[in-house]
């Protein structure tokens, strides 16, 4: 059985750092590329950043350049997110996924496994 478990949400203040785990069991995923979504209260799942299986390749929403960085240790079977300078509207449920091979990087229907999500919480 596959399954994908998200670790190291919380609170946290405005402009302060969390980082993220996705680590992934029942199968190795070290020659998928994985991504970040994120849901917030009455809003759809959004992408937030994706990564190659190899690591050479990276895409991030806008809204999210140059804070967030996601990265991998196929070793350890875990992707990462490290999520700097945070604001108020990083506040969702952040879930890592699994993305079809060949397919775009940032709609929803693109990724088949998911995770249960961990909840992180920006405070002003």
């Known amino acids: 059985q596959v399954q994908l478990v998200e670790s190291g ?21 070290r020659s998928d590329g994985m ?29 999210v350049k140059g804070r967030l960085t996601i990265s991998r240790d196929n070793a350890k079977n875990t992707v990462y997110l490290q999520m700097n300078n945070l604001k108020s509207e990083d506040t969702a449920v952040y879930y890592c996924a699994r993305h079809v091979g060949g397919t775009a990087w940032f709609p929803v229907s693109s990724y088949d496994y998911w995770g249960q999500g961990t909840q992180v919480t920006v405070s002003s």
């Open 35 to 63: 991504g970040w979504f994120r849901q917030a209260p009455g809003k759809e799942r959004e992408f937030v950043a994706g990564l190659s299986w190899n690591s050479g390749s990276t895409y991030y929403a806008d809204s």
């Open 9 to 29: 949400g919380g609170l946290v203040q405005v402009g302060g750092s969390l980082r993220l785990s996705c680590a992934a069991s029942g199968r190795t995923f």
